[in-house]
């Protein structure tokens, strides 16, 4: 029999939702489970990182509080039934486990938020036995993109590294499960350390976006790392990927043992057979691939394999070794840390999620706000949002449709986005009426703003210039946007340097800029992207906050122009340049940011 270390399951979530936490009568099978004692010796398990995962409907200081229940869960199971579990946080307490005849239980804590923002809450998990973090969870968080959720930060941000940075000190692994691949190549690029992917499949077999692509397969093989497959059928199986999206009605398509071997023998083939393994994710998924209903069945798996020419060694590897040895990587920084010898940590590491000192007795400083228009539910704010809020500015984006405010009153800056329609189009979008308003009170007070795409032609009809649709050349993509000799020393298109690829997706719309605009840059086929009213006003046809990731969403012309090129060959281009794109955008809002301190600064009473 192979032994089996696991990567992922979620007993402790699924104990919680139908069991109130007990641990009562795991020693026996229990039909409402995938995971009971009996089922994981049955299936050879030696080893099960335990999933600590809290639901996101718990917010904030709750999903603290929730993961310390969680992880109390998995150190009772322990206690429950010490002659079956051992509770064990290195490779060595594995295989001392193993060689006793008891599985070696290991906690992963599956979600970035879960840290509430705290690098102390990350040390506080280590201390109770956590190993590994996985970055995100199904949602976007304030410093790092999710696989399936909109991109806000092109990745990581400068906090989503320091995550990274503290976890190597600290001998918590990190897990790319659940991350956007944007996400993955940064964390990849930050880690000095192996990192795992706990419970993923191949993209390249089936396109689901929790799955891993080719590039990055190879960099984590390349670096030593291991990519535990997921048995989840829709991650192995494009018909059944389908059959969900298209809302599971009928029969679902079949997904057996061949499949997930598949997926296997691809990352095997891509990243080496020394960096795959296993990640099941039992009990945090309905179904499982037929013949492998439950955890008996992992040497069903191993049987398949061998048929297919596996040797011995390499099902070792597959099963229990290859992970192993990450986890190795980081046992002595784990320890050290335990023993109070490792590195001390960054200062950034020990930053306050909460200054209770910058709090004065009133209540919470006063932050200089914006307000961003939202002209459609998917035109964001993706990056803008979350990057003004990390330069101090509070934002409030409100959705046109749900009405506007009557006035700017108190507002120290404004934005507005794209959205699909004409600075007129009144008629589909009535709120655009008082955007106008909103827009011209902003120029008139010379109050720092920031129109994007529609935003941009919005403040060019409202300035006096001519806005007409579908007038210029179309540009779709990572376009180079270049500086005038003005747009070079100002405070944000300085940003673009000598030209910086930004993100483009319609047809030039400008016809003229105002009389009083200034060009401030220009694309090869498009004059007007980037202009200037008064000091502090500017618009923009290009979408400083979308990466490459986002435009793997749009769709396909209906009608194809000359000129149009497959979205897949517009995605790829856009990798290829998405840091330069992140690191210019990033700068140019902290150019508008910096414009939004100032005024809020010199309109405060003395």
Same mark, same amino acid.
């Given at each position: 029999m192979i032994p089996v270390v696991d990567g992922h399951n979620d007993l402790a979530w699924a104990r919680r939702e139908r069991f109130g936490y007990t641990t009562d009568g795991l020693d026996a099978v229990v039909?409402?489970? =995938?995971t009971d004692l009996p089922r994981l010796e049955a299936g050879g398990v030696g080893g099960q990182f335990w999933s600590v995962w809290v639901d996101p409907f718990l917010t904030g200081a709750e999903q603290v509080t929730a993961t310390l229940e969680q992880i109390d869960f998995v150190q009772r199971l322990v206690a429950a039934y010490p002659d079956r579990l051992r509770f064990a946080r290195t490779a060595q307490d594995v295989r001392e486990s193993m060689q006793a005849g008891r599985i070696a239980s290991l906690i992963g804590v599956e979600g970035g938020a879960q840290l509430g923002g705290s690098l102390a809450v990350l040390r506080q998990y280590a201390r109770l036995g956590a190993r590994y973090?996985?970055?995100?969870?199904?949602?976007?968080?304030?410093? &790092?993109?999710?696989?399936?959720?909109?991109?806000? =930060?092109?990745?990581?941000?400068?906090?989503?590294?320091?995550?990274?940075?503290?976890?190597?000190?600290?001998?918590?692994?990190?897990?790319?499960? *659940?991350?956007?691949? %944007?996400?993955?190549?940064?964390?990849?690029?930050?880690?000095?350390?192996p990192v795992i992917v706990s419970h993923s499949a191949a993209f390249a077999l089936c396109a689901h976006p929790r799955n891993v692509p080719d590039d990055v397969l190879r960099t984590i093989g390349?670096?030593?790392?291991?990519?535990?497959? &997921?048995?989840?059928?829709?991650?192995?199986?494009?018909?059944? *990927?389908?059959?969900v999206q298209n809302g599971e009605e009928g029969e679902p398509p079949p997904v057996g043992i061949p499949d997930l071997a598949d997926h296997i023998e691809h990352v095997r083939d891509v990243a080496g057979v020394h960096a795959v393994g296993l990640g099941a994710d039992y009990d945090g998924t309905d179904a499982m691939?037929?013949?492998?209903?439950?955890?008996? *069945?992992? %040497?069903?798996?191993?049987?398949?394999?061998?048929?297919?020419?596996?040797?011995?060694?390499?099902l070792q590897g597959l099963g229990h070794a290859n992970v192993l040895r990450v986890l190795e990587a980081s046992d002595q920084d784990h320890l050290a840390f335990l023993a109070g010898t490792a590195p001390l940590p960054a200062p950034a590491a020990l930053t306050p999620a909460v200054d209770a000192a910058a709090r004065p007795v009133g209540g919470a400083p006063e932050r200089p706000r914006v307000l961003v228009v939202v002209n459609a539910e998917t035109s964001g704010p993706r990056r803008l949002g979350t990057w003004l809020e990390d330069e101090g500015i509070a934002v409030d984006a409100v959705l046109g449709a749900h009405g506007l405010p009557q006035n700017l009153d108190g507002y120290a800056g404004l934005a507005m986005l794209g959205g699909g329609l004409m600075p007129d189009d009144d008629e589909s979008a009535p709120w655009l009426a008082q955007e106008r308003v909103l827009a011209q009170a902003a120029i008139? &007070?010379?109050?720092?703003?920031?129109?994007?795409?529609?935003?941009? %032609?919005?403040? /060019? =009809?409202? /300035?006096?210039g001519e806005v007409r649709a579908n007038f210029g050349p179309k540009e779709r993509g990572a376009t180079l946007i270049t500086p005038s000799d003005a747009g070079r020393v100002d405070p944000l298109t300085t940003a673009l340097g000598d030209g910086a690829p930004m993100i483009e997706n319609h047809q030039d719309m400008i016809t003229a800029l105002p009389p009083d605009a200034v060009l401030l840059a220009s694309s090869a086929a498009v004059p007007h992207q980037a202009f200037r009213l008064g000091e502090r006003v500017y618009g923009v046809q290009f979408h400083p906050e979308v990466c490459a990731d986002d435009l793997a969403r749009w769709q396909e012309p209906v009608s194809p122009g000359p000129g149009d090129r497959p979205v897949a060959e517009l995605v790829a281009e856009a990798r290829a340049v998405d840091d330069q794109n992140t690191r210019s955008a990033r700068a140019f809002v902290a150019g508008f940011a910096e414009h939004v301190r100032s005024f809020a600064t010199e309109r405060r009473p003395a």
């Amino acid at each position: 029999m192979i032994p089996v270390v696991d990567g992922h399951n979620d007993l402790a979530w699924a104990r919680r939702e139908r069991f109130g936490y007990t641990t009562d009568g795991l020693d026996a099978v229990v039909p409402d489970l =995938h995971t009971d004692l009996p089922r994981l010796e049955a299936g050879g398990v030696g080893g099960q990182f335990w999933s600590v995962w809290v639901d996101p409907f718990l917010t904030g200081a709750e999903q603290v509080t929730a993961t310390l229940e969680q992880i109390d869960f998995v150190q009772r199971l322990v206690a429950a039934y010490p002659d079956r579990l051992r509770f064990a946080r290195t490779a060595q307490d594995v295989r001392e486990s193993m060689q006793a005849g008891r599985i070696a239980s290991l906690i992963g804590v599956e979600g970035g938020a879960q840290l509430g923002g705290s690098l102390a809450v990350l040390r506080q998990y280590a201390r109770l036995g956590a190993r590994y973090l996985t970055l995100t969870w199904s949602r976007t968080i304030d410093w &790092a993109d999710s696989a399936t959720d909109d991109a806000r =930060h092109g990745g990581l941000t400068a906090f989503g590294r320091d995550v990274v940075r503290e976890s190597n000190r600290i001998g918590v692994l990190v897990d790319l499960a *659940h991350v956007s691949p %944007q996400t993955m190549r940064d964390a990849l690029t930050v880690s000095s350390r192996p990192v795992i992917v706990s419970h993923s499949a191949a993209f390249a077999l089936c396109a689901h976006p929790r799955n891993v692509p080719d590039d990055v397969l190879r960099t984590i093989g390349e670096r030593d790392g291991v990519v535990m497959v &997921a048995f989840v059928p829709s991650f192995l199986s494009p018909a059944r *990927h389908a059959w969900v999206q298209n809302g599971e009605e009928g029969e679902p398509p079949p997904v057996g043992i061949p499949d997930l071997a598949d997926h296997i023998e691809h990352v095997r083939d891509v990243a080496g057979v020394h960096a795959v393994g296993l990640g099941a994710d039992y009990d945090g998924t309905d179904a499982m691939p037929d013949g492998l209903e439950d955890v008996s *069945h992992y %040497q069903d798996l191993f049987d398949e394999l061998r048929s297919r020419g596996w040797s011995e060694s390499d099902l070792q590897g597959l099963g229990h070794a290859n992970v192993l040895r990450v986890l190795e990587a980081s046992d002595q920084d784990h320890l050290a840390f335990l023993a109070g010898t490792a590195p001390l940590p960054a200062p950034a590491a020990l930053t306050p999620a909460v200054d209770a000192a910058a709090r004065p007795v009133g209540g919470a400083p006063e932050r200089p706000r914006v307000l961003v228009v939202v002209n459609a539910e998917t035109s964001g704010p993706r990056r803008l949002g979350t990057w003004l809020e990390d330069e101090g500015i509070a934002v409030d984006a409100v959705l046109g449709a749900h009405g506007l405010p009557q006035n700017l009153d108190g507002y120290a800056g404004l934005a507005m986005l794209g959205g699909g329609l004409m600075p007129d189009d009144d008629e589909s979008a009535p709120w655009l009426a008082q955007e106008r308003v909103l827009a011209q009170a902003a120029i008139d &007070a010379d109050l720092p703003t920031l129109g994007i795409c529609l935003g941009g %032609q919005l403040l /060019a =009809h409202v /300035a006096g210039g001519e806005v007409r649709a579908n007038f210029g050349p179309k540009e779709r993509g990572a376009t180079l946007i270049t500086p005038s000799d003005a747009g070079r020393v100002d405070p944000l298109t300085t940003a673009l340097g000598d030209g910086a690829p930004m993100i483009e997706n319609h047809q030039d719309m400008i016809t003229a800029l105002p009389p009083d605009a200034v060009l401030l840059a220009s694309s090869a086929a498009v004059p007007h992207q980037a202009f200037r009213l008064g000091e502090r006003v500017y618009g923009v046809q290009f979408h400083p906050e979308v990466c490459a990731d986002d435009l793997a969403r749009w769709q396909e012309p209906v009608s194809p122009g000359p000129g149009d090129r497959p979205v897949a060959e517009l995605v790829a281009e856009a990798r290829a340049v998405d840091d330069q794109n992140t690191r210019s955008a990033r700068a140019f809002v902290a150019g508008f940011a910096e414009h939004v301190r100032s005024f809020a600064t010199e309109r405060r009473p003395a």
